[in-house]
């Protein structure tokens, strides 16, 4: 048997000796066939055919005695959902409440799958390929071209397992469908994921460039300042520290999101980090940090060499926001200390405040955000607590390197 009988609904025995196309309605094409021995003619009909062609073509079908081969008319299945949506959806929601009552309660979104899949199932009952509607949105139109894909190739697939076995039952068959469909659907989502996380990984590494590029024109800017003050420039009128102010913000703002694009992508880049190293860092910004504002005292207190297992993309910016939150909290003229330390499995960085305004709850602190994200994506934390009179200590701790 050949491959176009099984593909254009033909049997076995029948001998297609004439072949030819005719086009409706300047629409749809059907492909026919005529034996040369009993001088029939059949026209097949495919999924993708709309309602109006096959219907003009029945119509000539029965006037001129040719016979519609793979053609089901599906309408009655449509008005049996049309009529029973209310009860389907009510129903699918009782399902809803019984998984959650039961422990494994699905995602909010969940609800709202079962009217649109019954609109989407509707409309591809009635024409199952078509083409995006004009003016369609970018998601509409790409998950109609998804859905032509899938199915196109779900039809090949399966055309082609009964090719190689034309004896499966009907059973079988509606298994096929349904695996074809799962997997059709699994596909697609991950092929969109995909391109998706390509997308957002080449804009990142753009915005990456631009937030690198601005931070350094700000350091620059920073720098020219301090220079102008040692100078003996006058910059300590309004102006002068609204400029200065507004320069370290924005340097903040920009360090911020470096960091949070940095989580957001995901997957760690695990290297050995000398904690000595960040705290000599981090004392060393102290002035871009806001230090001179509040005339702070930062001491570095150098202990022994610890190393920690982290990402330094990460963990740089952690420790300048916990030192800027120390000194966003400090009271002025306040001493600031920095030091490392070890308990057990953990390395800990230690910012020390002797007179501070502690608030009630950590996560009220906004310079601690982004930073308690990445102590987290390590496997730490970032705790605070008062200590004697009015002073408190920040802490992060991150898992120590292996030997």
Same mark, same amino acid.
């Given at each position: 048997?050949?491959?176009?009988?099984?593909?254009?609904?033909?049997?076995?025995?029948?001998?297609?000796?004439?072949?030819?196309?005719?086009?409706?309605?300047?629409?749809?094409?059907?492909?026919?066939?005529?034996?040369?021995?009993?001088?029939?003619?059949?026209?097949?009909?495919?999924?993708?055919?709309?309602?109006?062609?096959?219907?003009?073509?029945?119509?000539?079908?029965?006037?001129?005695?040719?016979?519609?081969?793979?053609?089901? !008319?599906?309408?009655?299945?449509?008005?049996?959902?049309?009529?029973?949506?209310?009860?389907?959806?009510?129903?699918?929601?009782?399902?809803?409440?019984?998984?959650?009552?039961?422990?494994?309660?699905?995602?909010?979104?969940?609800?709202?799958?079962? !009217?649109?899949?019954?609109?989407?199932?509707?409309?591809?009952?009635?024409?199952?390929?078509?083409?995006?509607?004009?003016?369609?949105?970018?998601?509409?139109?790409?998950?109609?071209?998804?859905?032509?894909?899938?199915?196109?190739?779900?039809?090949?697939?399966?055309?082609?397992?009964?090719?190689?076995?034309?004896?499966?039952?009907?059973?079988?068959?509606?298994?096929?469908?349904?695996?074809?469909?799962?997997?059709?659907?699994?596909?697609?989502?991950?092929?969109?994921?995909?391109?998706?996380?390509?997308?957002?990984?080449?804009?990142?590494?753009?915005?990456?460039?631009?937030?690198?590029?601005?931070?350094?024109?700000?350091?620059?800017?920073?720098?020219?300042?301090?220079?102008?003050?040692?100078?003996?420039?006058?910059?300590?009128?309004?102006?002068?520290?609204?400029?200065?102010?507004?320069?370290?913000?924005?340097?903040?703002?920009?360090?911020?999101?470096?960091?949070?694009?940095?989580?957001?992508?995901?997957?760690?880049?695990?290297?050995?980090?000398?904690?000595?190293?960040?705290?000599?860092?981090?004392?060393?910004?102290?002035?871009?940090?806001?230090?001179?504002?509040?005339?702070?005292?930062?001491?570095?207190?150098?202990? !022994?060499?610890?190393?920690?297992?982290?990402?330094?993309?990460?963990?740089?910016?952690?420790?300048?926001?916990?030192?800027?939150?120390?000194?966003?909290?400090?009271?002025?003229?306040?001493?600031?200390?920095?030091?490392?330390?070890?308990?057990?499995?953990?390395?800990?960085?230690?910012?020390?405040?002797?007179?501070?305004?502690?608030?009630?709850?950590?996560?009220?602190?906004?310079?601690?955000?982004?930073?308690?994200?990445?102590?987290?994506?390590?496997?730490?934390?970032?705790?605070?607590?008062?200590?004697?009179?009015?002073?408190?200590?920040?802490?992060?701790?991150?898992?120590?390197?292996?030997?």
């Amino acid at each position: 048997m050949c491959n176009f009988c099984w593909l254009f609904g033909g049997q076995p025995e029948a001998v297609l000796d004439l072949l030819g196309m005719t086009k409706a309605r300047e629409c749809c094409t059907f492909v026919w066939s005529q034996d040369a021995r009993g001088q029939r003619r059949t026209i097949f009909v495919r999924p993708y055919h709309c309602a109006a062609c096959v219907g003009e073509m029945v119509r000539s079908a029965r006037l001129q005695k040719v016979a519609i081969a793979g053609s089901v !008319p599906m309408e009655p299945v449509r008005e049996v959902l049309s009529r029973s949506r209310a009860e389907i959806i009510d129903r699918w929601t009782r399902q809803l409440l019984a998984a959650s009552e039961a422990g494994f309660a699905l995602d909010e979104e969940t609800a709202t799958l079962l !009217p649109a899949l019954l609109d989407k199932t509707d409309a591809a009952l009635e024409r199952r390929f078509r083409p995006p509607v004009p003016g369609a949105s970018r998601a509409a139109a790409e998950a109609s071209r998804a859905a032509i894909q899938c199915s196109l190739l779900s039809d090949f697939l399966f055309d082609a397992v009964l090719e190689k076995s034309p004896g499966i039952g009907a059973h079988e068959q509606h298994l096929l469908r349904e695996a074809l469909a799962h997997a059709g659907a699994e596909v697609a989502v991950r092929l969109a994921l995909e391109h998706e996380m390509e997308r957002r990984r080449k804009d990142s590494a753009r915005f990456a460039k631009l937030m690198h590029d601005l931070r350094d024109s700000m350091t620059a800017a920073q720098l020219s300042l301090d220079l102008l003050r040692r100078r003996g420039v006058p910059l300590d009128s309004g102006p002068g520290r609204a400029l200065e102010r507004s320069l370290r913000q924005l340097r903040h703002g920009l360090e911020d999101s470096l960091l949070d694009e940095a989580l957001s992508a995901g997957g760690l880049r695990l290297e050995r980090v000398q904690i000595g190293a960040l705290l000599e860092a981090a004392s060393g910004a102290a002035t871009e940090l806001g230090a001179g504002e509040k005339q702070l005292r930062v001491l570095h207190q150098r202990g !022994p060499a610890i190393e920690v297992s982290a990402d330094p993309r990460l963990v740089r910016p952690a420790v300048r926001g916990m030192l800027r939150a120390a000194f966003e909290l400090s009271r002025k003229g306040a001493t600031v200390r920095l030091q490392g330390g070890r308990a057990r499995a953990f390395a800990q960085v230690e910012i020390a405040v002797d007179r501070c305004k502690l608030p009630a709850k950590l996560s009220t602190i906004p310079a601690l955000t982004l930073a308690r994200r990445a102590a987290r994506a390590h496997g730490g934390k970032i705790s605070a607590r008062p200590v004697a009179r009015d002073g408190c200590v920040f802490t992060l701790e991150l898992p120590t390197a292996p030997a």
